[in-house]
């Protein structure tokens, strides 16, 4: 089997999405944390756009973009994740392209400096869900994207969920309890350990000290960092 590092920033969702592909297939890889202020020239030398994750494969070549890379380990590594029937592999892959604009959507008020930006931000999010509640409603049974058997598309939106409920336990959103599909669906991807890369409370309030730092009209829901035990 090739040897993987996966470079990463510790809370990156889109990094999380790569890292869960590794784990669902049992694959070993270094998991390389580096400080998003503080990029390597290694790193810098590595990745076109900058960003993370990366994928480098036998130390030498090197992959970007999330998708690309779960495409890819999905092609190289047993066992395959995307639905064998291709027409339900197009289906994924729209799905799968509909992420950003989700996650936008759906974690765009932790960005939002004012309340008005945060209520405007937070009006966006029944929409979204509504969308995927539909896509749930048409593939059937659950407890997952396409059925019983874990896929590509699970992994590509179990981070910005899991971000969803970070932030509607900051300050409560109540949306998502609106669309049994879509909650269902997400409390199955929490339940799942290859979601985490982290243990989930100790990721949990890293992520809530990320807002507390970022200055934005919900960081001040967020309690300081207790201080370590003497
Ligand atoms: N479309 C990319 C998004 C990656 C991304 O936005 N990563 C963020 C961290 S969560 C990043 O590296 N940002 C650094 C920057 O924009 O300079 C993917 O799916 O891999």
Redesign the pocket.
Same mark, same amino acid.
């Given at each position: 089997m090739a040897k993987y590092m996966l470079v990463s !920033?510790k809370?990156?969702?889109? +990094?999380q %999405? *790569?890292a869960i592909i590794l784990r669902e297939k049992n694959c070993p890889f270094e998991f390389r944390h580096i400080e998003?202020d503080n %990029?390597p020239d290694w790193f810098l030398a590595i *990745?076109p756009? &900058? &960003? +993370?994750?990366v994928l480098q494969v036998d130390d030498r070549i090197t992959l !970007?973009? *999330?998708?690309?890379?779960n495409e890819y380990l999905d092609e190289v590594v047993p066992p395959q994740l995307h639905p064998a029937d291709p027409i339900q592999r197009a289906i994924n892959r729209a799905w799968t392209d509909y992420v950003?604009t989700f996650a936008s959507s759906v974690t765009g008020c932790a960005y939002a400096a004012t309340k008005e930006a945060y209520d405007a931000a937070v009006a966006k999010i029944p929409d979204a869900f509504d969308r995927l509640e539909k896509a749930l409603e048409k593939q059937g049974s659950g407890p997952f994207f396409n059925g019983a058997k874990y896929s590509l598309v699970d992994a590509a939106y179990a981070p910005f969920l899991q971000r969803y409920f970070f932030l509607d336990r900051i300050h409560p959103l109540g949306q998502i309890e609106k669309f049994p599909r879509l909650k269902a669906w997400a409390e199955a991807l929490m339940a799942r350990p290859s979601t985490h890369s982290f243990p989930p409370a100790e990721f949990e309030e890293m992520y809530r000290q990320n807002i507390r730092r970022r200055g934005s009209y919900l960081s001040q829901f967020v309690e300081p960092a207790k201080a370590a035990a003497e």
């Amino acid at each position: 089997m090739a040897k993987y590092m996966l470079v990463s !920033f510790k809370t990156c969702p889109w +990094v999380q %999405r *790569s890292a869960i592909i590794l784990r669902e297939k049992n694959c070993p890889f270094e998991f390389r944390h580096i400080e998003s202020d503080n %990029r390597p020239d290694w790193f810098l030398a590595i *990745s076109p756009h &900058k &960003k +993370v994750p990366v994928l480098q494969v036998d130390d030498r070549i090197t992959l !970007f973009e *999330s998708s690309a890379i779960n495409e890819y380990l999905d092609e190289v590594v047993p066992p395959q994740l995307h639905p064998a029937d291709p027409i339900q592999r197009a289906i994924n892959r729209a799905w799968t392209d509909y992420v950003p604009t989700f996650a936008s959507s759906v974690t765009g008020c932790a960005y939002a400096a004012t309340k008005e930006a945060y209520d405007a931000a937070v009006a966006k999010i029944p929409d979204a869900f509504d969308r995927l509640e539909k896509a749930l409603e048409k593939q059937g049974s659950g407890p997952f994207f396409n059925g019983a058997k874990y896929s590509l598309v699970d992994a590509a939106y179990a981070p910005f969920l899991q971000r969803y409920f970070f932030l509607d336990r900051i300050h409560p959103l109540g949306q998502i309890e609106k669309f049994p599909r879509l909650k269902a669906w997400a409390e199955a991807l929490m339940a799942r350990p290859s979601t985490h890369s982290f243990p989930p409370a100790e990721f949990e309030e890293m992520y809530r000290q990320n807002i507390r730092r970022r200055g934005s009209y919900l960081s001040q829901f967020v309690e300081p960092a207790k201080a370590a035990a003497e």
